[in-house]
Structure formats: C-alpha cells, structure tokens
C-alpha cells in the first residue's frame, strides 16, 4: 500500500478483501437463449466505457464456456488493462472469460468500484503487475491483492453520484470536441466545392471584369513548342467528350477535359531484378505516396540507368500526381511533386502548361473530385484508371489570374480550419486528463469535502469505513467456512 494520505474515516484494503475477485458462474450454450447479451472485449470501446456493439446468442453463438453477469456488476477486462475497459453491466448477460465480473454490493455502491477501477491509482498497479509480453493481463492472485481505497457507505454514493455529474460534463464536452474534426472536413470539401465552380471568386470577378477567357488553341501551341525542343512531336489528344452535368461555370471559364490541357503521362517499373537499377539519386514515386500531400522525398530511388531502361518520365517541380492503382482508397488521390521525380505504371503525371494553369488548382480540383474520379475508375474487374480515362476527365479552366486567387483563398480557409483543427486536439489531450484529474480528487475526498463536514454521524463509528471493512470480513468468514475448515484441518495435521 501508498503512504497516501486518507480523509478521516477512510481506510485502504485490497479488492480481493471487499469482492469475489475471480470468481464467476459459469454459463455454457445450453444455459443461454437466442436474447442472451453476449460481450466481447471488442465490443468495448477502451478509455470511454462505452458499449460499441451489442450482439445476442442468437447473432454471436459460442462453444466456449462464458462468466455470467448480472444487471449492475462491474465488468473488468483483465486482457491488456491498459486499454481501460470497464463497464456498468445495463442488462444480465453472459462474457468472455477475460472479463470479470465484480459486485460489491450492498457494502459498496457499484459505481464507486467502477469508477476505482478506472482511476489512475488503479491503472498504474494494474499496468506494473499484469503479464505476458504482447497481450499483458491481469492475473487473479494480482487482482486480489489490489489497492482499493474504502470511504464510508454513504460517502461512496455521494462519490459515485458527484463523479457521475461531473464526468457526464466532461463527456458532453468531449463529445463536442470530437464533433468538430467531422464539421471542418465538411466545410474543408464545401470550400472547394465552391473553388471549382466559379462561386468562390464571384466577387473578385465583378471587380475584374477585363479578364478573358484562356485559349486551348494558346495551349497546344505551347505544349507543341516544349515538346518540339526536346526532340518531340506533339499529338493532339482524340477524346470522347464529357457527359452532362457540371453544373454551369463562369463565363469567363472554359469547360474542358484534362486531356487538353496538361501533358499526361503513365510511369513504369524498372527490373526489379537488376540491381544496377535502383538504390541511385533519381526519385521514383509509387502509388502509395500520392496522399493529398506535397511530395518532398521518396520511398525508393533509380539510377540514370535505370530510368533509360523503363518508359518512365523525369517530372518537374510542380507536376501534379494522380494514383490510378492502389489498394483501400489510394485510387484517385492527388499530390504535388515538390522535386523532380519519375513514377511508377500505377500513377499518371500531369505536367502543367507554365503561364496557364497553377498547380495548386489542378491539385484542388482533383481533390475536390476525388469520390467521383475513384467512380471512374471503378468496374467489376479491375479497379483501376488508365492513361486515357485521365485525359477524358473534365476540367474546368479559369483565367490564370482567378486560379492563383482561387489558390490563395483555399489556402487562407484551410490554414483557419489547420488552426483551429489544432486548437481542438490541444482542448481534446487537456479533456483527457480532465477525467483523471477529477477521479484523483474523488479518491483523496476533495470532491465530498463539504459532504463530510456536514455529515459527520455518517462517516464514524459503525458508519466508518473501518467499521464496514471489518463486517465485510466478517461476512465473508461465514460464507467460507469450508475454507476456513479445511486450513484448521491441515494445520492439525501437520501438527
């Protein structure tokens, strides 16, 4: 035990001294019917508490023997104590045996255990003792002897119903917290909704009405002109056209396809099996790492030897990146090449006409198409995109001037909603310890204070926790006399 210091009245013992700690009835499949409440530790979200899944034998049959609970006990998942899984049971029920359940009633009220068990007096003895190296747990010699700090009977409810006030507040506050990430993604994609479709920059186009529509024909005469002075001829693209929709954009924009306007190309992978290829200073790019992000380094590098030997491109600075294979959602993510880089055959380059568009746009415009470009590439067999459907994709072409003030602005919103994204991670770690900060002072009595001041006939004498640890024991003596019995017996013996 702690030198802690103790209210007056209080006493500290163990919780193999106050409950069964252990000790559960059985219950098999043939004991239980297609309602029976059947918990997992899964079923468990770990800190908060909360039942996150509810399944009945009849959803979650079992052949392995479970512990039986009733309506009120305290269930303590023993399995990796760390994770802080421990709940009031609302129902009877049956569990996995690394749950146990615990009622201390009548000496104790349920929830002050509860609440014990979820305090950082508790946490820290569990976490030193408990075993196993990958999947650590509790033993039950080791939860026997486990601190528990005993208040007087009336003072426990007065605990467990000050604790309930308080912790439902921090609750509710954290449960606003934890709203807000899901509010500033909505308004993240509702920017640049609103980037792409002209309403963005609506004001700053009634203040420059000189601005004129950008030429396709000035574009292709640019990209004839770089190609020409690397040795290259210049192709036209034939694409199909865009279906309806899109909405109506600006007069000043013009509606096109990808295919158009940037240079688009599909990397490749050189030999895997010659090592002359890689590990050189060329960075190379893999699906993976197209995440809606700036890409300033890469996993893998190749050699100048091994970039002549795949039809793969070195990119400049500025080319944006769009993932046309990937596992999960990797497919149809965007990124921004902060260096020069070449790729692999599972990602297009889209190179960017310098003096016509910004990268920044075409970047945000595929973010902000993100869903229906992965739609695109979808079908029954393989989930992919190709060279020509990124072309097809359309594209709307604003004023060069109106792109980088469209750049500037969602830059400016998303720097507020990074801000206060931050502000609201800083206030969830700062809640977080607010729970164990106010069961700290539950369990030293600076919450009932008052209530002791005032009620001191309930916190002495027969009424102390003292006095109730001392009936506990002796209940219990007369509940195990067998065992008390056979210890005589033996000690006789040896005798």
Request: hydrophobic content about 35%; proline content about 5%; glycine content about 6%.
């Amino acid at each position: 035990m702690s030198e802690r210091v103790l209210p007056k009245g209080w006493v500290e013992t163990t919780l193999g001294q106050i409950v069964e700690y252990g000790k559960a009835e059985k219950a098999t499949r043939e004991q239980v019917d297609n309602d029976t409440w059947v918990l997992e530790l899964e079923d468990i979200e770990k800190s908060s508490s909360k039942i996150i899944r509810r399944l009945s034998f009849s959803q979650r049959q079992f052949k392995s023997t479970k512990n039986r609970f009733r309506k009120g006990d305290v269930l303590y998942g023993k399995l990796r104590p760390y994770l802080d899984k421990v709940v009031m049971a609302e129902r009877d029920g049956v569990c996995t045996t690394e749950i146990v359940p615990l009622d201390a009633r009548p000496h104790l009220d349920n929830r002050y255990l509860f609440y014990w068990l979820k305090s950082s007096n508790f946490l820290s003895y569990v976490n030193e003792v408990g075993y196993g190296v990958n999947m650590p747990r509790l033993g039950t010699k080791d939860g026997k002897t486990a601190p528990l700090v005993l208040a007087p009977r009336e003072e426990q409810k007065a605990i467990a119903d000050k604790l309930d006030e308080l912790l439902a507040q921090v609750n509710n506050l954290k449960a606003r917290l934890d709203g807000i990430p899901v509010i500033l993604k909505r308004f993240r994609q509702s920017v640049l909704v609103a980037a792409v479709s002209g309403r963005l920059t609506s004001d700053w186009r009634s203040a420059m009405p000189h601005v004129k529509r950008q030429s396709l024909d000035e574009i292709y005469s640019y990209w004839e002109e770089k190609l020409c002075s690397e040795g290259r001829r210049f192709k036209r693209p034939k694409l199909s056209p865009p279906g309806e929709g899109g909405g109506t954009l600006p007069d000043c924009w013009v509606k096109t396809q990808l295919g158009y306007v940037f240079s688009v190309y599909v990397g490749a992978t050189p030999s895997r099996s010659e090592p002359g290829f890689w590990n050189g200073n060329i960075p190379w790019v893999s699906s993976a790492e197209v995440a809606f992000c700036r890409i300033c380094d890469t996993k893998e590098n190749i050699t100048q030897e091994g970039l002549r030997s795949a039809s793969t491109e070195l990119h400049p600075k500025g080319t944006v990146m769009l993932a046309m294979i990937g596992q999960g959602k990797t497919r149809g993510q965007p990124a921004i090449l902060n260096i020069e880089a070449c790729h692999n055959q599972n990602t297009a380059a889209l190179e960017v006409p310098e003096g016509f568009c910004v990268s920044e746009f075409l970047y945000y415009y595929l973010c902000e198409k993100y869903e229906e470009t992965r739609m695109v590439g979808g079908g029954n067999n393989q989930m992919a995109l190709n060279k020509k459907k990124v072309q097809e994709l359309p594209f709307p072409l604003p004023p060069l001037e109106e792109q980088a003030e469209i750049v500037r602005r969602v830059d400016q919103l998303f720097a507020f909603a990074d801000q206060v994204e931050q502000q609201v991670k800083n206030a969830q770690a700062r809640v977080d310890k607010l729970t164990q900060s106010i069961l700290a002072k539950a369990f030293r009595g600076e919450l009932t204070a008052e209530w002791r001041a005032e009620n001191p006939e309930l916190i002495s004498g027969e009424n102390s926790a003292e006095a109730l640890l001392e009936r506990i024991k002796v209940e219990k003596a007369k509940q195990n006399p067998a065992s008390k019995s056979r210890k005589k017996k033996t000690a006789e013996t040896a005798g």
